[in-house]
């Protein structure tokens, strides 16, 4: 024992070899946190669908660990498929649903990764064609902040994370309207400076925190609302006639699109813009669709 305490040329201590070792491989493990994301996605039974994910964090310079990192998916809890990310973080997943219904997607990085990022959550919609599609902004979910004197010119929901309060019956209401009759499309508020992650995650939360109906969460692209109406319509999703928002802005731009609109609460007189309706609370909804 005393030869291995010898310092010089003799062999180094078996057991300060052992430290340096545990502490490189400490060092070695230390991994970088990372934040994942996962749209919604739509299809139709026995469909393919292309689900979407992205792995980022506050390195962006060449050769960030972001590249290359496996992640994996599952539905309903059982695995389904593995991918790496390319040199923007990105990875897509190839899914077949067999069956009409509502799915949990499931995102996470491999545990071997360098990497390491909260596992995330999204929602499958596997709807037929024939159901009609009701299109729902945020922000006729969301009750205002107390300093707020009027509507906002524009969607800003996104802003007010898990705090805000529901709008008295909204939730019951538009689980009835769900119940039998239409899919929902809930319209992101977040802003576009902000991540997806901080918004429609948020939302997302918010929307099953307060029992609203499970429906497709949707940030509007830099087209705004008629663009994300285009696409729906462009992927033969042309029963999406009707839609319920809060806003003199999001009003226009469904009857621009020839849809029928209700705003949630009435805006002050001379706002309401030609053709849409108003409602006073969420109790008269289904009579103005």
């Excluded at 799915?103 to 390491?116: N, P, Q």
């Excluded at 849809?259 to 609460?265: K, R």
Aim: contains cysteine.
């Amino acid at each position: 024992m005393a030869e291995w305490l010898r310092l010089g040329s003799r062999p180094l201590p078996l057991l300060l070899l052992l430290c340096w070792t545990l502490m490189g491989t400490g060092a070695a493990a230390e991994k970088v946190s990372g934040i994942l994301t996962v749209r919604d996605a739509l299809t139709l039974p026995n469909r393919s669908v292309r689900i979407e994910a992205h792995l980022a964090g506050k390195t962006s310079a060449a050769g960030s660990p972001w590249s290359g990192v496996a992640l994996q998916l599952q539905i309903d809890g059982k695995p389904v498929a593995t991918a790496k990310t390319n040199e923007g973080g990105r990875a897509s997943f190839e899914y077949l649903p067999k069956m009409r219904g509502m799915y949990v997607i499931t995102v996470s990085v491999d545990d071997t990764a360098a990497v390491s990022a909260e596992k995330t959550q999204a929602t499958l919609c596997v709807w037929e064609r024939r159901r009609p599609i009701l299109l729902v902004e945020m922000d006729a979910l969301m009750q205002p902040a107390p300093s707020a004197s009027a509507p906002p010119a524009s969607s800003a929901a996104g802003t007010k994370g898990l705090s805000a309060q529901p709008v008295p019956d909204a939730a019951n209401e538009l689980s009835l309207l769900t119940r039998y009759y239409y899919n929902v499309v809930y319209v992101s508020g977040g802003e576009h400076s902000k991540s997806e992650s901080a918004s429609i995650g948020d939302e997302r939360r918010w929307l099953a925190l307060h029992e609203f109906p499970t429906g497709l969460v949707v940030m509007p692209p830099p087209g705004g609302v008629s663009a994300t109406i285009e696409t729906f319509t462009e992927d033969g999703w042309t029963t999406m006639k009707t839609g319920i928002g809060r806003t003199r802005i999001f009003a226009e731009i469904l009857l621009q699109h020839r849809m029928e609109v209700v705003v949630i609460p009435e805006l002050p007189k001379g706002e309401l813009p030609r053709k849409a309706k108003a409602a006073k609370a969420w109790k008269e909804v289904r009579k103005k669709l």
